[in-house]
């Protein structure tokens, strides 16, 4: 199973946890497993068929260009990064 980390924003959704395990071997399937396990996850996620503009995902460490398509070792670690928004207008 692969480590899912889960960003501080979204931890509430997963009963706290800052990982889980979850079966997948894609970024894809990872998140539709995250979705069986709890609900209402996916739509933090995926906007339509790919991640949101907000969201990024590091597989293994890699920030992955594929998004949801990007593969995903058995035992690997999934990531998902927040952009933070702020900082001042000129």
Do not use: C
């Not at 960003?7 to 997948?24: K, T």
């Not at 979705?35 to 920030?63: M, T």
């Amino acid at each position: 199973m692969a480590t899912v980390y889960i960003p501080a924003s979204l931890r509430s959704l997963v009963d706290g946890r800052s990982s889980v395990e979850v079966e997948g071997g894609t970024v894809r399937q990872v998140i539709d497993n995250l979705e069986q396990a709890w609900p209402g996850l996916r739509d933090r996620l995926v906007e339509g068929d790919r991640l949101r503009p907000n969201i990024s995902v590091a597989v293994e460490g890699e920030i992955s260009p594929l998004g949801l398509l990007e593969k995903v070792p058995a035992a690997g670690e999934v990531h998902f990064v927040v952009a933070i928004k702020g900082g001042r207008a000129e």
